[in-house]
Protein backbone atom coordinates (compact mmCIF):
# COMPACT_ATOMS: atom_id res chain seq x y z
CA UNK A 1 0.00 0.00 0.00
CA UNK A 2 2.79 2.54 1.10
CA UNK A 3 4.87 1.77 -2.44
CA UNK A 4 1.46 2.33 -4.51
CA UNK A 5 0.80 5.76 -2.35
CA UNK A 6 4.08 7.24 -3.10
CA UNK A 7 3.76 6.40 -6.87
CA UNK A 8 1.30 9.03 -7.46
CA UNK A 9 3.11 11.73 -5.34
CA UNK A 10 6.08 11.17 -7.53
CA UNK A 11 4.12 11.43 -10.41
CA UNK A 12 3.01 14.75 -8.99
CA UNK A 13 6.16 15.75 -8.12
CA UNK A 14 7.45 15.26 -11.81
CA UNK A 15 4.58 16.97 -12.94
CA UNK A 16 5.11 20.10 -10.60
CA UNK A 17 9.08 19.81 -11.53
CA UNK A 18 8.29 20.21 -15.51
CA UNK A 19 5.81 22.76 -14.88
CA UNK A 20 8.54 24.60 -13.39
CA UNK A 21 11.23 24.29 -15.97
CA UNK A 22 8.59 25.07 -18.36
CA UNK A 23 8.16 28.41 -17.37
CA UNK A 24 11.30 29.32 -16.60
CA UNK A 25 12.35 28.20 -20.02
CA UNK A 26 9.43 30.74 -21.17
CA UNK A 27 10.54 33.12 -19.18
CA UNK A 28 14.13 32.49 -20.44
CA UNK A 29 12.75 32.41 -23.76
CA UNK A 30 11.12 36.07 -23.39
CA UNK A 31 14.08 37.72 -21.91
CA UNK A 32 16.19 36.79 -24.26
CA UNK A 33 13.90 37.35 -27.02
CA UNK A 34 13.30 41.16 -26.49
CA UNK A 35 17.23 41.50 -25.53
CA UNK A 36 18.01 40.12 -28.81
CA UNK A 37 15.08 40.39 -31.13
CA UNK A 38 12.74 42.95 -30.11
CA UNK A 39 13.92 46.87 -29.59
CA UNK A 40 12.55 49.36 -28.13
CA UNK A 41 10.40 52.17 -29.68
CA UNK A 42 13.04 54.39 -31.98
CA UNK A 43 13.56 57.30 -33.97
CA UNK A 44 14.85 55.45 -37.75
CA UNK A 45 17.45 56.98 -39.61
CA UNK A 46 16.17 58.92 -42.61
CA UNK A 47 19.53 59.55 -43.75
CA UNK A 48 22.59 57.36 -44.44
CA UNK A 49 25.14 58.52 -41.76
CA UNK A 50 28.10 61.45 -43.55
CA UNK A 51 31.32 62.45 -42.57
CA UNK A 52 32.98 65.71 -42.72
CA UNK A 53 29.75 67.90 -42.52
CA UNK A 54 31.72 71.00 -42.23
CA UNK A 55 35.54 72.06 -43.26
CA UNK A 56 36.65 75.12 -41.48
CA UNK A 57 40.24 76.65 -42.46
CA UNK A 58 43.14 77.16 -40.13
CA UNK A 59 42.26 80.84 -39.92
CA UNK A 60 39.15 80.23 -39.24
CA UNK A 61 39.42 77.45 -36.44
CA UNK A 62 41.97 80.33 -35.13
CA UNK A 63 39.35 83.16 -35.34
CA UNK A 64 36.79 80.05 -33.39
CA UNK A 65 38.47 79.64 -30.07
CA UNK A 66 40.44 83.30 -29.91
CA UNK A 67 36.21 84.86 -30.50
CA UNK A 68 35.31 82.15 -27.52
CA UNK A 69 38.54 83.37 -25.25
CA UNK A 70 37.90 86.96 -25.69
CA UNK A 71 33.95 86.45 -24.41
CA UNK A 72 35.43 84.37 -21.22
CA UNK A 73 36.97 87.00 -20.17
CA UNK A 74 33.79 89.20 -19.85
CA UNK A 75 32.84 88.95 -16.46
CA UNK A 76 29.32 88.23 -17.15
CA UNK A 77 28.11 87.49 -13.03
CA UNK A 78 24.82 87.11 -11.47
CA UNK A 79 24.55 86.15 -8.08
CA UNK A 80 20.83 87.19 -7.38
CA UNK A 81 18.09 88.71 -9.62
CA UNK A 82 19.19 92.11 -7.89
CA UNK A 83 22.91 91.39 -8.45
CA UNK A 84 24.38 91.71 -12.40
CA UNK A 85 27.25 92.58 -13.22
CA UNK A 86 25.48 94.91 -16.28
CA UNK A 87 28.72 96.35 -17.02
CA UNK A 88 29.90 93.35 -18.17
CA UNK A 89 26.81 92.63 -19.49
CA UNK A 90 26.81 95.60 -21.92
CA UNK A 91 30.70 94.99 -22.57
CA UNK A 92 29.33 91.41 -24.10
CA UNK A 93 26.81 93.56 -26.02
CA UNK A 94 29.79 95.34 -27.91
CA UNK A 95 32.08 92.44 -27.79
CA UNK A 96 29.50 90.28 -30.04
CA UNK A 97 28.96 93.16 -32.48
CA UNK A 98 32.53 93.36 -33.02
CA UNK A 99 33.39 89.82 -33.19
CA UNK A 100 30.65 88.74 -35.55
CA UNK A 101 30.17 91.82 -38.30
CA UNK A 102 28.16 89.53 -40.92
CA UNK A 103 25.17 88.81 -38.66
CA UNK A 104 24.96 92.64 -37.31
CA UNK A 105 25.21 93.30 -41.05
CA UNK A 106 23.02 91.32 -42.57
CA UNK A 107 20.24 92.33 -44.56
CA UNK A 108 17.53 89.52 -43.17
CA UNK A 109 18.76 89.28 -39.23
CA UNK A 110 17.15 91.91 -37.48
CA UNK A 111 18.80 92.18 -33.81
CA UNK A 112 17.16 93.39 -31.14
CA UNK A 113 18.09 94.20 -27.58
CA UNK A 114 15.67 92.55 -24.70
CA UNK A 115 15.58 93.37 -20.71
CA UNK A 116 18.32 96.20 -21.56
CA UNK A 117 20.70 93.45 -22.08
CA UNK A 118 19.54 89.68 -23.53
CA UNK A 119 19.50 89.54 -27.37
CA UNK A 120 16.81 88.63 -29.87
CA UNK A 121 18.20 87.62 -33.39
CA UNK A 122 15.52 87.07 -35.90
CA UNK A 123 17.29 85.39 -38.99
CA UNK A 124 14.61 85.92 -42.03
CA UNK A 125 14.62 82.69 -44.03
CA UNK A 126 13.79 82.72 -48.09
CA UNK A 127 10.25 80.47 -47.29
CA UNK A 128 7.86 82.01 -44.89
CA UNK A 129 5.61 78.78 -45.53
CA UNK A 130 8.16 77.03 -43.63
CA UNK A 131 8.01 76.70 -39.38
CA UNK A 132 10.18 78.34 -37.65
CA UNK A 133 12.61 76.97 -35.03
CA UNK A 134 15.10 78.93 -32.10
CA UNK A 135 18.25 78.19 -30.56
CA UNK A 136 18.77 79.47 -27.18
CA UNK A 137 21.42 80.52 -25.04
CA UNK A 138 22.73 82.43 -21.99
CA UNK A 139 25.52 84.70 -21.43
CA UNK A 140 25.23 84.90 -17.84
CA UNK A 141 27.86 82.94 -15.35
CA UNK A 142 28.08 81.80 -11.94
CA UNK A 143 29.99 83.01 -9.61
CA UNK A 144 33.83 82.21 -9.58
CA UNK A 145 36.43 82.84 -6.77
CA UNK A 146 39.59 82.39 -8.03
CA UNK A 147 41.33 79.92 -5.00
CA UNK A 148 41.40 76.33 -6.40
CA UNK A 149 41.74 77.36 -9.84
CA UNK A 150 44.51 76.24 -11.79
CA UNK A 151 44.33 79.40 -13.73
CA UNK A 152 42.41 82.80 -13.12
CA UNK A 153 38.81 82.20 -13.54
CA UNK A 154 38.26 84.61 -16.32
CA UNK A 155 41.90 84.72 -17.99
CA UNK A 156 40.62 81.88 -21.01
CA UNK A 157 44.10 80.37 -20.31
CA UNK A 158 44.59 78.18 -22.94
CA UNK A 159 46.52 74.97 -21.61
CA UNK A 160 47.54 71.59 -23.53
CA UNK A 161 44.58 71.71 -26.06
CA UNK A 162 41.95 73.57 -23.46
CA UNK A 163 40.23 76.81 -22.37
CA UNK A 164 39.90 77.31 -18.93
CA UNK A 165 37.44 80.08 -17.67
CA UNK A 166 33.95 80.34 -16.14
CA UNK A 167 31.60 80.03 -19.08
CA UNK A 168 33.13 77.63 -21.15
CA UNK A 169 30.74 75.15 -20.88
CA UNK A 170 28.04 76.78 -19.37
CA UNK A 171 27.28 78.71 -21.43
CA UNK A 172 29.13 80.94 -23.23
CA UNK A 173 30.15 78.16 -25.51
CA UNK A 174 26.44 77.77 -27.17
CA UNK A 175 25.95 81.60 -27.02
CA UNK A 176 29.40 82.20 -28.93
CA UNK A 177 29.29 78.78 -31.02
CA UNK A 178 25.82 79.74 -32.36
CA UNK A 179 26.81 83.34 -33.79
CA UNK A 180 30.19 81.92 -35.08
CA UNK A 181 28.38 79.47 -36.82
CA UNK A 182 25.84 81.51 -38.10
CA UNK A 183 28.92 84.14 -39.23
CA UNK A 184 30.75 81.47 -41.07
CA UNK A 185 27.73 80.09 -42.83
CA UNK A 186 27.00 83.99 -44.02
CA UNK A 187 30.01 84.21 -45.07
CA UNK A 188 29.71 81.17 -47.62
CA UNK A 189 26.78 83.30 -49.06
CA UNK A 190 24.34 80.75 -47.29
CA UNK A 191 20.79 82.22 -47.19
CA UNK A 192 18.98 79.48 -44.91
CA UNK A 193 14.95 78.88 -46.17
CA UNK A 194 13.88 78.30 -42.67
CA UNK A 195 13.27 81.85 -40.63
CA UNK A 196 14.70 80.55 -37.18
CA UNK A 197 15.54 82.54 -33.72
CA UNK A 198 18.69 83.32 -31.78
CA UNK A 199 18.30 84.00 -28.44
CA UNK A 200 20.57 84.74 -25.76
CA UNK A 201 19.77 85.36 -22.41
CA UNK A 202 21.52 87.13 -19.40
CA UNK A 203 20.18 86.10 -16.19
CA UNK A 204 19.78 82.49 -16.75
CA UNK A 205 21.18 81.82 -13.52
CA UNK A 206 18.93 83.34 -11.40
CA UNK A 207 15.73 82.52 -12.77
CA UNK A 208 15.65 84.28 -16.33
CA UNK A 209 12.88 86.62 -15.72
CA UNK A 210 14.61 89.53 -17.07
CA UNK A 211 15.91 87.90 -20.26
CA UNK A 212 14.71 84.81 -21.47
CA UNK A 213 10.89 85.13 -20.43
CA UNK A 214 10.49 88.47 -22.02
CA UNK A 215 11.95 87.47 -24.61
CA UNK A 216 9.77 84.99 -24.77
CA UNK A 217 6.81 87.10 -23.94
CA UNK A 218 7.72 89.32 -27.09
CA UNK A 219 7.28 86.24 -29.35
CA UNK A 220 4.37 85.10 -28.04
CA UNK A 221 2.57 88.55 -28.53
CA UNK A 222 4.03 88.36 -32.35
CA UNK A 223 2.14 85.42 -32.31
CA UNK A 224 5.27 83.13 -33.19
CA UNK A 225 5.20 79.48 -33.05
CA UNK A 226 8.12 77.42 -33.07
CA UNK A 227 8.13 74.11 -34.59
CA UNK A 228 10.85 73.04 -31.49
CA UNK A 229 13.95 74.99 -29.74
CA UNK A 230 17.03 73.51 -28.98
CA UNK A 231 18.60 74.68 -25.46
CA UNK A 232 21.34 73.94 -23.29
CA UNK A 233 21.07 70.81 -20.78
CA UNK A 234 22.33 67.66 -21.78
CA UNK A 235 25.23 66.38 -23.94
CA UNK A 236 27.13 63.50 -25.15
CA UNK A 237 28.20 61.11 -22.55
CA UNK A 238 31.34 59.32 -22.80
CA UNK A 239 32.46 56.79 -20.18
CA UNK A 240 29.37 58.27 -17.77
CA UNK A 241 26.87 55.77 -18.05
CA UNK A 242 27.89 52.21 -16.50
CA UNK A 243 28.16 49.68 -19.10
CA UNK A 244 27.80 51.48 -21.61
CA UNK A 245 31.16 51.18 -23.75
CA UNK A 246 30.45 54.08 -26.50
CA UNK A 247 29.24 57.77 -26.31
CA UNK A 248 25.83 58.71 -25.95
CA UNK A 249 23.87 61.79 -27.38
CA UNK A 250 21.30 62.10 -24.61
CA UNK A 251 18.61 64.91 -25.48
CA UNK A 252 16.73 65.79 -22.27
CA UNK A 253 13.07 66.13 -23.28
CA UNK A 254 11.69 67.65 -20.30
CA UNK A 255 13.24 69.22 -17.11
CA UNK A 256 12.88 68.65 -13.39
CA UNK A 257 10.49 71.39 -11.42
CA UNK A 258 11.43 73.01 -8.41
CA UNK A 259 10.54 74.43 -5.23
CA UNK A 260 12.11 76.01 -2.57
CA UNK A 261 10.85 76.09 0.91
CA UNK A 262 11.71 77.89 4.09
CA UNK A 263 11.14 76.09 7.11
CA UNK A 264 11.29 78.23 10.82
CA UNK A 265 10.22 77.48 14.23
CA UNK A 266 10.32 80.10 16.83
CA UNK A 267 10.75 79.77 20.37
CA UNK A 268 11.31 81.71 23.63
CA UNK A 269 14.54 82.66 24.24
CA UNK A 270 16.85 81.60 27.09
CA UNK A 271 20.09 81.00 28.94
CA UNK A 272 21.67 77.80 28.03
CA UNK A 273 22.10 77.19 31.64
CA UNK A 274 18.49 76.10 32.19
CA UNK A 275 17.53 75.00 28.80
CA UNK A 276 14.37 73.83 27.80
CA UNK A 277 13.94 70.03 26.74
CA UNK A 278 13.32 70.93 23.40
CA UNK A 279 15.58 74.54 21.39
CA UNK A 280 14.46 76.16 18.48
CA UNK A 281 17.82 75.00 16.80
CA UNK A 282 16.50 70.93 17.84
CA UNK A 283 13.05 70.68 16.83
CA UNK A 284 14.01 72.41 13.37
CA UNK A 285 16.92 69.91 13.53
CA UNK A 286 14.73 67.06 13.72
CA UNK A 287 13.03 68.21 11.26
CA UNK A 288 14.95 68.24 8.33
CA UNK A 289 16.52 65.05 9.58
CA UNK A 290 13.02 63.51 8.70
CA UNK A 291 12.79 64.47 5.62
CA UNK A 292 16.61 63.50 4.45
CA UNK A 293 15.84 59.87 5.94
CA UNK A 294 12.16 59.51 4.20
CA UNK A 295 12.89 60.59 0.51
CA UNK A 296 10.41 61.05 -1.74
CA UNK A 297 8.94 58.13 -3.89
CA UNK A 298 10.31 56.10 -6.14
CA UNK A 299 9.44 56.92 -9.14
CA UNK A 300 11.42 54.99 -11.63
CA UNK A 301 9.33 54.24 -15.01
CA UNK A 302 7.12 57.17 -14.55
CA UNK A 303 9.02 59.93 -16.68
CA UNK A 304 11.83 59.51 -19.54
CA UNK A 305 14.27 58.18 -17.63
CA UNK A 306 12.49 54.52 -18.73
CA UNK A 307 12.61 55.50 -22.13
CA UNK A 308 16.27 56.17 -21.71
CA UNK A 309 16.98 52.79 -20.54
CA UNK A 310 14.70 50.95 -23.14
CA UNK A 311 16.23 52.82 -26.07
CA UNK A 312 20.40 52.15 -24.50
CA UNK A 313 18.88 48.70 -23.70
CA UNK A 314 21.44 46.69 -26.89
CA UNK A 315 24.18 49.35 -26.21
CA UNK A 316 24.63 47.99 -22.44
CA UNK A 317 27.31 44.95 -22.28
CA UNK A 318 25.76 41.74 -20.89
CA UNK A 319 24.30 40.89 -18.57
CA UNK A 320 23.03 44.37 -18.29
CA UNK A 321 21.79 44.50 -22.04
CA UNK A 322 18.62 41.21 -20.25
CA UNK A 323 18.25 43.68 -17.77
CA UNK A 324 17.66 46.82 -19.71
CA UNK A 325 15.94 44.41 -22.08
CA UNK A 326 13.10 43.36 -19.87
CA UNK A 327 12.39 46.13 -17.54
CA UNK A 328 8.45 44.52 -17.19
CA UNK A 329 10.85 41.99 -15.00
CA UNK A 330 13.85 43.25 -13.72
CA UNK A 331 12.36 47.45 -13.08
CA UNK A 332 12.45 46.89 -9.47
CA UNK A 333 15.95 45.70 -9.35
CA UNK A 334 17.15 48.55 -11.66
CA UNK A 335 15.16 51.69 -9.49
CA UNK A 336 16.74 50.21 -6.40
CA UNK A 337 20.13 50.15 -8.38
CA UNK A 338 19.63 53.54 -9.62
CA UNK A 339 19.08 54.59 -5.57
CA UNK A 340 22.18 53.95 -4.85
CA UNK A 341 24.01 57.00 -6.19
CA UNK A 342 23.22 60.52 -6.49
CA UNK A 343 23.92 61.15 -9.81
CA UNK A 344 21.25 58.67 -10.89
CA UNK A 345 19.05 58.70 -7.91
CA UNK A 346 18.28 62.23 -9.05
CA UNK A 347 16.68 60.65 -12.06
CA UNK A 348 14.36 58.20 -10.51
CA UNK A 349 13.01 60.94 -7.56
CA UNK A 350 12.35 64.38 -6.63
CA UNK A 351 15.35 65.10 -4.45
CA UNK A 352 15.34 66.99 -1.18
CA UNK A 353 18.43 69.20 -0.30
CA UNK A 354 19.03 71.14 2.98
CA UNK A 355 20.88 73.68 1.50
CA UNK A 356 20.70 76.67 4.25
CA UNK A 357 20.37 75.94 8.04
CA UNK A 358 21.03 79.54 10.55
CA UNK A 359 20.53 79.78 14.13
CA UNK A 360 22.25 81.09 17.28
CA UNK A 361 23.39 84.42 18.41
CA UNK A 362 25.83 83.28 21.58
CA UNK A 363 27.23 80.41 23.03
CA UNK A 364 25.53 81.16 26.02
CA UNK A 365 22.05 82.12 25.11
CA UNK A 366 19.40 79.17 23.87
CA UNK A 367 18.11 81.04 20.23
CA UNK A 368 13.87 82.04 20.15
CA UNK A 369 14.67 81.00 16.36
CA UNK A 370 16.00 79.03 13.77
CA UNK A 371 15.43 78.84 9.80
CA UNK A 372 16.52 76.39 7.05
CA UNK A 373 16.00 76.32 3.32
CA UNK A 374 15.20 73.21 1.67
CA UNK A 375 15.28 72.87 -2.32
CA UNK A 376 13.28 70.59 -3.80
CA UNK A 377 13.78 69.19 -8.26
CA UNK A 378 10.62 67.89 -8.61
CA UNK A 379 10.45 64.33 -11.19
CA UNK A 380 8.21 65.11 -14.04
CA UNK A 381 5.56 62.88 -12.42
CA UNK A 382 4.60 64.76 -9.75
CA UNK A 383 3.85 68.40 -9.05
CA UNK A 384 4.98 70.92 -6.70
CA UNK A 385 1.72 70.90 -4.65
CA UNK A 386 1.62 67.10 -3.91
CA UNK A 387 6.02 67.10 -3.04
CA UNK A 388 4.27 70.17 -0.44
CA UNK A 389 1.69 68.41 0.65
CA UNK A 390 4.22 65.05 1.22
CA UNK A 391 6.94 67.77 2.95
CA UNK A 392 4.08 68.71 5.54
CA UNK A 393 2.87 65.48 6.57
CA UNK A 394 6.62 64.18 6.61
CA UNK A 395 7.41 66.81 9.10
CA UNK A 396 4.61 66.32 10.47
CA UNK A 397 5.14 69.22 14.02
CA UNK A 398 2.88 72.64 13.57
CA UNK A 399 5.78 74.00 15.66
CA UNK A 400 7.99 73.93 12.34
CA UNK A 401 6.23 76.85 9.86
CA UNK A 402 6.62 75.86 6.03
CA UNK A 403 6.58 79.27 3.88
CA UNK A 404 7.29 78.75 -0.23
CA UNK A 405 9.58 80.65 -1.73
CA UNK A 406 9.27 79.39 -5.24
CA UNK A 407 7.99 76.80 -7.03
CA UNK A 408 7.57 75.60 -10.42
CA UNK A 409 5.93 71.98 -11.93
CA UNK A 410 8.38 69.79 -14.51
CA UNK A 411 8.30 71.18 -17.84
CA UNK A 412 5.62 69.09 -20.01
CA UNK A 413 7.52 66.13 -21.82
CA UNK A 414 8.32 66.75 -25.61
CA UNK A 415 7.41 64.77 -28.81
CA UNK A 416 10.00 61.81 -29.79
CA UNK A 417 8.67 59.37 -32.10
CA UNK A 418 9.17 58.89 -35.77
CA UNK A 419 7.00 62.01 -36.61
CA UNK A 420 8.94 64.42 -34.74
CA UNK A 421 10.62 66.33 -37.06
CA UNK A 422 13.43 68.46 -34.48
CA UNK A 423 13.97 64.31 -32.79
CA UNK A 424 15.28 63.46 -36.78
CA UNK A 425 17.17 66.45 -37.31
CA UNK A 426 19.32 66.31 -34.12
CA UNK A 427 19.79 62.96 -34.70
CA UNK A 428 21.35 63.49 -38.59
CA UNK A 429 23.33 65.87 -37.48
CA UNK A 430 24.77 64.13 -34.33
CA UNK A 431 25.51 61.52 -36.43
CA UNK A 432 27.18 62.99 -39.32
CA UNK A 433 29.30 65.46 -36.48
CA UNK A 434 29.92 62.79 -33.85
CA UNK A 435 31.49 59.65 -35.88
CA UNK A 436 31.73 57.71 -32.33
CA UNK A 437 28.16 58.29 -31.09
CA UNK A 438 25.55 55.64 -32.71
CA UNK A 439 22.52 56.31 -29.90
CA UNK A 440 20.83 59.36 -29.51
CA UNK A 441 18.30 58.93 -26.82
CA UNK A 442 16.12 60.86 -24.80
CA UNK A 443 16.22 61.83 -21.26
CA UNK A 444 15.67 64.39 -18.73
CA UNK A 445 17.40 67.58 -17.37
CA UNK A 446 18.02 67.56 -13.70
CA UNK A 447 18.29 70.91 -13.86
CA UNK A 448 16.19 73.70 -14.76
CA UNK A 449 17.27 76.06 -17.84
CA UNK A 450 15.76 79.33 -19.53
CA UNK A 451 13.65 76.55 -22.24
CA UNK A 452 11.04 76.27 -19.35
CA UNK A 453 9.72 80.17 -19.98
CA UNK A 454 8.77 79.60 -24.13
CA UNK A 455 5.91 76.65 -23.65
CA UNK A 456 3.66 79.35 -25.08
CA UNK A 457 5.33 79.67 -28.14
CA UNK A 458 6.31 75.42 -28.45
CA UNK A 459 5.51 72.04 -26.72
CA UNK A 460 8.66 70.91 -28.61
CA UNK A 461 11.46 71.81 -26.60
CA UNK A 462 14.76 70.08 -26.18
CA UNK A 463 17.99 70.37 -24.15
CA UNK A 464 21.08 69.28 -25.71
CA UNK A 465 24.58 70.88 -25.89
CA UNK A 466 26.52 69.53 -28.34
CA UNK A 467 29.70 68.36 -26.40
CA UNK A 468 31.36 65.36 -25.48
CA UNK A 469 31.73 65.31 -21.52
CA UNK A 470 32.88 62.75 -19.67
CA UNK A 471 33.24 62.19 -16.23
CA UNK A 472 35.26 64.49 -14.65
CA UNK A 473 34.12 67.35 -16.95
CA UNK A 474 30.79 66.74 -14.79
CA UNK A 475 32.16 68.47 -11.27
CA UNK A 476 33.81 71.41 -12.85
CA UNK A 477 30.22 72.76 -14.15
CA UNK A 478 29.35 75.23 -11.41
CA UNK A 479 33.18 74.21 -10.01
CA UNK A 480 36.46 74.59 -9.88
CA UNK A 481 38.94 74.42 -13.12
CA UNK A 482 35.42 74.93 -15.68
CA UNK A 483 36.95 74.41 -19.09
CA UNK A 484 36.26 73.27 -22.70
CA UNK A 485 39.02 71.86 -25.00
CA UNK A 486 38.91 73.29 -28.43
CA UNK A 487 38.53 70.63 -29.78
CA UNK A 488 35.47 69.37 -28.70
CA UNK A 489 34.54 73.20 -29.04
CA UNK A 490 35.45 73.27 -32.67
CA UNK A 491 32.66 70.02 -32.93
CA UNK A 492 29.96 72.01 -31.56
CA UNK A 493 30.44 74.89 -34.09
CA UNK A 494 30.25 72.37 -36.30
CA UNK A 495 27.14 70.89 -35.23
CA UNK A 496 25.46 73.91 -35.10
CA UNK A 497 26.60 75.06 -38.59
CA UNK A 498 25.49 71.72 -39.92
CA UNK A 499 22.15 72.23 -37.82
CA UNK A 500 21.08 75.36 -39.31
CA UNK A 501 21.60 73.88 -42.78
CA UNK A 502 19.73 70.57 -42.11
CA UNK A 503 16.67 72.35 -40.67
CA UNK A 504 16.06 74.02 -44.46
CA UNK A 505 14.34 70.55 -45.80
CA UNK A 506 10.50 70.94 -46.01
CA UNK A 507 9.76 67.51 -45.24
CA UNK A 508 11.12 64.14 -43.39
CA UNK A 509 12.03 61.68 -46.45
CA UNK A 510 11.17 57.96 -45.50
CA UNK A 511 13.75 55.71 -43.31
CA UNK A 512 17.00 54.69 -45.02
CA UNK A 513 16.48 51.18 -46.19
CA UNK A 514 20.44 50.42 -45.31
CA UNK A 515 20.22 51.49 -42.02
CA UNK A 516 19.29 50.22 -38.59
CA UNK A 517 17.05 51.52 -35.72
CA UNK A 518 18.93 53.37 -32.98
Same mark, same amino acid.
Given at each position: MAGGSGRPRRAAAWAAGLGLCAAVLALLAAVLLRAYLLRAPAIPRLWARRG??????????????????GAIKIPTVSVSPEDLNTTAMAEFGNYIQKVFPAVFSSKFIQHEIVGKYSHLFTVQGSNPEMMPYML?????? &???? =????? @? +? $??????????????????NKNSAIGI???????????????RTFYVGIGHDEEVFGRKG?????????????????LLDEGSAILDGIIAGVKKPVALIAITEKGSMTLN?? &???? =????? @? +? $??????GILAAAMSRLEQNPLRNLFGHGPELMTMEHLASEFSFPLNLIMSNLWLFSPIVSRVLAWKPSTNALIRTTTAVTMFNAGIKINVVPSSAKATVNFRIHSAETAAE?????????????????????????????????TFGAHIFQRTILDTFPDVDSVVPGTCIGNTDSRHFTNVTNAIYRFNPLLLKS???????????????????????FLFQLIKNCDIDELPEPHANSHEL
Open positions: GTAAFSPGERLELKEALRLAHMDV &VPAP =PEGWD @F +P $PFSAAEHEGFIYGRGTLDLQALEFLLRRNYRPRAMKIAALLEARGVKLSFFT &VEKE =PGHSS @F +P $PKETSIVLETVRNTVADDRVKIVVVEAFDPLPISPWDDQDDLPRIHGLNERISIENYEKQIE
